[in-house]
């Protein structure tokens, strides 16, 4: 007669020996590794594709997508000083035929301002009223035509679209469950290191054509001291004084007091003086600010 | 909005109580179903269709179900193997003790309705959508063959049941 039994199976047929924190520590790195490298290639040849892209056409496609920029009721003496400042600060920045800028100013309490593309610039209200003169403002200014002389938002935009649509491909397909958000997140911490970047070479461009505007680059880093001061006032970024690790390397821009000692960097590169008299900002200034 | 640092916090955490809890439910599981299938195993579960003929049987459907939740750490894991390709180990040993815990279940029933074998036994599978972290269930059923000696006993018990 047959015999029928059950044996007690082996353990490692079905169940790997390999411990789960090695599998873990092979795993994540590789993937960490093709993530990071997938994000910096695709953030190079979008940005490179990019940049590529005549300045003239850049400019016609933003005017044809008609996006309009900041307040429509902005006081027209505020938005022709803004442009009059930019235009005082051109012939220092180097600009090539064909390139200009655009300045807008929006009513909004926002501690920004920002390049977009077809070389708008865009002021807001909460940024300029903390600005002590003309100086600072003229920092932040050279800084943003800066970026569009680098050609940077279309770069960000190329790189950052050309990143987007591989790690979703590579994510959002495989499977991969709650790991595709912390490989995203890591993909999109790769491409902040090329828009600090960015910021940096836009820095120094700044000084330079704020020490030829002025003579001197007295007042320039004012604009990060108020940064500073905005932060600690209760914004919810980390604050400078004690950044983290991972806020140091995750930040797009670089830390202000890394952008003070670059300032006088700069300076010192350039052989630009370091102190002088600042210029005010208009006695009507404040008023332009205030007007609703 | 949460920043940078405290997504990164919660995610070291989630991975740290999915690893700790998950290993440390996983080998107490593992013991219990090693214990169980040493006592169970005078219990055959074949899963060949041809029932012994020596002598009379009644025969019952017997099953076990079992649903097993995986943890945080090892569906992350599963889906970082699943970039590269190769054995999704973290759910392999999941499934393993989810098919041995079903047939335990199943030799539990037969067990207790006097059985001496269980024939054609079969598993089925389903994945339980329990959003991002899945869980599996696991269906053992077969033919419980029950000696002639013991038909009243087991009527009489499962008529309780």
Known sequence: MV?????QPAEDINVTRTHPLKTFAIYALSALILVVLLAVLMQFFGGF????????????VTEAVGIELG????????????????LRLLPYIDMPEGMSVDIHYDKENVFNAFATLGGNLMFYRGLLSV???ENALAMVMAHEIAHVLHRDPAASLGGGVATALVLAGLTGNAGTGPASGVLSRAGMVTGMQFTRRMEVAADEVAVAAVGGLYGHTEGAADLFLAIAAQRSAGSDETSDDSPGLFERFASTHPLDTDRIDAIKTSAKK???LTEGATTPLPDDFQRWLAAN | MIGLSAELLIFVALMLLGYGFGSLIERRHRKSI???????????????RRPPEDRPYAQQLV?????????????????LINLFGGRVTPFESLIDRARREAILRLKEEARDIGASHVFNVKYETARIATGRVPALEVLAYGTALIPAADISRSTHDTSQA
């Open chain 2, 63 to 79: 099953s076990g179900s079992v649903v097993i939740g995986s943890d945080y750490f090892k569906t992350f894991l599963s889906g």
């Open chain 1, 3 to 7: 015999q029928y039994e059950n044996r």
């Open chain 1, 270 to 272: 350039y052989g630009l």
């Open chain 1, 131 to 133: 600005l002590p003169h």
């Open chain 2, 34 to 48: 090693i214990r169980r299938e040493l006592e169970l195993n005078r219990l055959p579960a074949i899963a060949s």
């Open chain 1, 71 to 86: 307040s429509r009721d902005a006081p027209p003496e505020l938005v022709s000083y803004l442009n009059e400042l930019g």
């Open chain 1, 49 to 60: 594709i990019a940049k590529r892209v005549p300045f003239s056409v850049e400019t016609r």
